[in-house]
Each structure stands twice: as C-alpha cells, then as structure tokens.
C-alpha cells in the first residue's frame, strides 16, 4: 500500500506544480505523459518480441494448442511481476550516476531511451527476428547518458575524459559480461543436460515415462521451484524480510521435502490416472519460463517510466526541483506493484493478439527443428567453415572414446527413431515434449538464477541458445541442414550484437535532439515514432499476405 500511496501523493505534487503556471514543469509533465505512454507502447512490441522465449517450446512440441500455451504463459507473466521488483535498480543507477545529472537531464535521458527502444523493437518484430530487449535497454541508457555527458563536459569547458564520471564503468562492464557469457553457459547447458536426458529416455520416450515420469516430473518442478520461487524470494516486494530469511534459511529441507511430496504425487498420477507428464511438465516449464521472464525482463518496458516518476519524487521535495540532483535514485528501490501487476497484463493480453510474435516464433522453431525441411536461411563460406571444423572437432574426440561407449550413445540417441507429433490441424511438431522439456526447465533455472543476483540477463539470448543447444545433442543438425542452421544462428547473433550498436547510436542522437530544442524536438520524435510504427505495420502485412 505504501508504494500506491507514493504514486498518489506524486501525482497530486505534479498537478499542483502545473496549475501554478510553470512553464519548466509544463515540460516535465509532458515527459512524465510520453514516458508512460511509450512504456504501454513498449510492453507491446516487447513482448511480442520476447513472447519467443517463452512459447518456442511449447509450440514447437506441439503438446497441445496455441490458445492454452498463451494462456498459461500470460499467467506466469502476471505472476512474476511479484518478483520484479530488485531489477528496477538497472534503470535508474546501474548505467549512469544519477547525482551527476538533475530532473530534467534524467528525464531526457530516459525519453531518449523509450523512443529509442520502441523504433527498434518494432522493426525487429516486422522481419520476425528475435533480439534482445534486455541488451537494446542497457545501450540505450549507455548511448543517452553518454550523449548527455557530452553536452555537460562541452558546456563546463571540460574534456571528453570527464565523461567517465557520469557513467558506471564498472557496473555498465560486469552487466555486458554477464550478457554474453549467459551465451555461452547457455549453449552449454543446453547441450550437456539434454545429452544426459536424451541418453536416459531415448526418443522412444513414451515408455520411459510410464516407468520414471514421476521422478522426471519432481525434479523438473524441484528445479523450477527452488531456482524461481526459493531464490527469487530476494527480488520480490510482497514478502516481508522475515519470512524470506526463514525460507532461505531452510531452503534446502524445504526443496527435498517438495521433491518427495511431489513424487508421491505424480506417482499416485500415473498409477491411477492417464495423466499425460510430459503434457504437465511442459506447461509448468512454459509458466515458469514466462514468469522468469517477467521478472527479469519487465525492467526492460516499465524500469524506465517508473525510474522517471522516482526521479520527480525526488525533485518535489526540494526547494528548486528543476536543480535538484538525482542521488536519490540510487537509494533502494521501492516499486509500486500496482503498476507492475498493471504492465504484466498488458503483456499478458499482447501475447492473445499479437500477430508478430508468432512471426518472431517461426524463426527460433525452424532453427531447432529435428528434421530437416526447407531451410530459411541459405548459405555462406563462415557457415561452411564452422561446420567443418566441428565436425573435425567431435571425429577427433570421437577417437579418444571407447568403442563400446561410442556405440552404447549411439543406440540411445538415434534420430531416426523420432517420430513427430501431430496437432489437431495436422502441423507437425518440429521437436519432441522431451526436448521442450529441457529447454524449458533450463532455460528457466538460468534466467531465475540471474534474476535473484540482480543480473539483467538477456532472456531471448539464454533461451535461444539453450534451443540451438538442444537441438545440437539432439543430432538435429545433419549434414545437409547443418550449414543453412549454422547460418541461421550466426545470423541472430549478429543481429544483436547489431541490436546494441543501433540502440546506443539512436539513444545517443535523441538525447541531444531532446536537450537542444526540447519541446519541439520531443514532438518530432514523437511523430517520427507513429510514422514508422505505421510504415512497418504495413510492411509486416505485406510479408503475411505473400507468405499464405
């Protein structure tokens, strides 16, 4: 209630700035507006963007319909805005110094950012490539609050070396870091869990369920249970400080304790019922994957707005709010959970009718795909080389493995004993429910683990690499389709490593058209931003109408 009765009381300083006729504040509520309204408009070309992290699996498994994956995935959206709240602190002090800059400047900063974020998510969903909403916003902040530092070290005489001050070397350097190393500890993940599990239920897997789903099911939920709900306790603003000590006090007994009740469960299941475990494990995946996401991503489209609204909290309370400096927001966060409960429905409602993120689906489902059908991506001499090299890489290790073991995995994973499933409308899956499964339950065990360490995690980059992880130990990659899959990965990756590049030269050019002409060039960018939406918009219909 506290954090509702914030809001109401800033709200209220605002109205009463305005109605005394100040010009400056005129302004900043403007801002205030276009901040909330750009963070609605990015909730949804956010989500469409990222809604590919959470329903690939699913979807691609073909274990039930659309309608319950969305369903279930827009519920653990809501759900994870209760554990959110830790991650606010990115927006607000883990890319710049707030007490280097005053009201106005922070909030050109973060105007800057949410024009910025939007424009480009929005082109990323038009020609359904998945990117990375946690990278676009670190460098946008970065490219705003550096083109900021500019104009302020200029203006005070100074040189560009000055600029190192305003900015949060250190922070800014660990966050890439841990971005990109996610690549990589993902890739890993994916393809040393889903070998072990492959090598246990082979894909003739439906007989190995009857007789271990229950123990298969347990750990999967005991995983999602301890990483998401155990150690997110830290992010989340709804438990008292008391209760979470004594959880994570205990956390261990209590993880064993639910493992074993769960395997009486799903035990008691499967003796008596025609319960479908794999169908159960991977929707739960699904609402845990979503809820990661949630926690971790929702910084990404309301982090800023609600930075912006703090930094006027701020402001109010001094004698010359417009000189005020910012320090203040490096204080701990305190999010409203009202807006954050409000945001998870939004995207929770964008994922029923976005028709861009089932684009942006296609995308990462052919990538992963088990049999190789026609490829949408060709060709290139890098591609070529990398396969090359691996498949020299694996012939060579290959040799230091005993004959018999050699044959002992090769009898337990066959690809050719897959055999797709079929939804009601007769589409194929492209992977099978073991698979999903993986992807899922590691996929979101890796984003709850950053989430509680306050690590802005790239969840599009952990997921997607978790897949191409899983399809790699999977065999999916044949000789014939390897080339055009390599070649399809190579070209995501360096779409984001695109994606940060762009985002920090935008931010970077619209922060100074912001801080030079203010007023009007909020207003040009403004325009700018509908035009474009509505030009991809038609774009994107086009490409649907040549693609039926």
Not at 51 to 66: E, L, M, P
Not at 333 to 341: A, E, M, T
Not at 397 to 422: M, Q, Y
Request: glycine share 8%.
């Amino acid at each position: 209630m506290a954090g509702k009765a914030d809001t109401d009381k800033t709200f209220e300083r605002i109205g009463n700035l305005v109605c005394k006729g100040n010009l400056s504040m005129t302004i900043i509520l403007v801002i205030l507006i276009g901040l909330f309204l750009l963070a609605f408009w990015d909730l949804i070309v956010g989500v469409s963007n990222d809604a590919v992290n959470f329903t690939n699996s699913a979807v691609g498994s073909r274990i039930t319909s659309r309608k319950v994956i969305v369903t279930v995935a827009g519920f653990g959206i809501i759900a994870g805005t209760l554990f959110s709240s830790g991650m606010m602190e990115v927006a607000r002090k883990g890319i710049f110094n707030p007490g280097m800059f005053i009201l106005p400047e922070v909030l050109y900063i973060f105007l800057a950012v949410m024009f910025a974020d939007v424009l480009l998510l929005d082109v990323y969903n038009t020609y359904g490539l998945p990117t990375s909403t946690t990278v676009s916003l670190i460098f946008e902040l970065l490219g705003a609050a550096v083109g900021l530092s500019f104009i302020k070290v200029i203006r005070s005489g100074g040189d560009f070396s000055g600029v190192t001050a305003y900015i949060n070397s250190d922070k800014v350097m660990a966050i890439i870091l841990g971005i990109f190393l996610s690549v990589l500890v993902a890739f890993t993940c994916g393809v040393i869990f889903q070998f072990i599990t492959r090598l246990f239920f082979t894909f003739r897997y439906k007989r190995y369920l009857k007789r271990f789903g229950a123990g298969a099911a347990s750990l999967s939920m005991m995983v999602l249970i301890y990483f998401i709900f155990i150690k997110g306790l830290t992010g989340s603003g709804i438990f008292s400080d008391s209760f979470i000590q004594w959880v994570l006090t205990f956390r261990w007994i209590i993880t064993i304790v639910i493992f074993l009740i769960l395997f009486f469960i799903f035990h008691l299941l499967l003796v008596f019922t025609r319960m479908n475990i794999a169908k159960f494990i991977i929707l739960a995946g699904t609402f845990a994957l979503a809820l990661a996401f949630s926690a971790n991503d929702l910084v990404n489209f309301v982090g800023v707005a609600m930075a912006g609204l703090e930094a006027f909290r701020i402001a109010s309370q001094g004698v010359q709010p417009m000189l005020m400096s910012m320090e203040g927001l490096a204080e701990p966060v305190h999010s409203d959970i009202y807006l954050l409960v409000i945001a998870g429905m939004i995207m929770a409602v964008t994922l029923w009718v976005s028709k861009k993120a089932r684009r942006v689906t296609k995308t990462e489902v052919n990538l992963a795909r088990q049999l190789a059908l026609n490829e949408k991506f060709g060709t290139t001499i890098v591609s070529r080389s990398v396969v090359q090299m691996t498949v020299g890489s694996f012939a060579f290790l290959g040799k230091a493995v005993p004959r018999t073991a050699r044959d002992f995995i090769a009898g337990r994973i066959n690809p050719s004993e897959f055999r797709p499933e079929k939804s009601k409308g007769g589409k194929m899956a492209a992977f099978d429910p073991i698979r999903a499964a993986v992807n899922l339950v590691v996929a979101a065990a890796l984003i709850a683990l950053g989430t509680s360490y306050k690590l802005p995690l790239s969840t599009t980059y952990v997921t997607f690499m978790v897949a191409m992880g899983t399809s790699l130990a999977d065999k999916a990659w044949g000789h014939e389709s390897a080339v055009h899959r390599v070649n399809g990965v190579l070209t995501v990756i360096g779409g984001w490593l695109f994606t940060a590049l762009i985002a920090f030269v935008l931010a970077f050019i619209f922060v100074n058209i912001i801080q030079l002409t203010q007023l009007v060039g909020i207003i040009l960018l403004a325009v700018l931003t509908v035009y474009v939406f509505v030009k991809t918009n038609g774009i994107f219909r086009s490409r649907e109408t040549n693609d039926e």
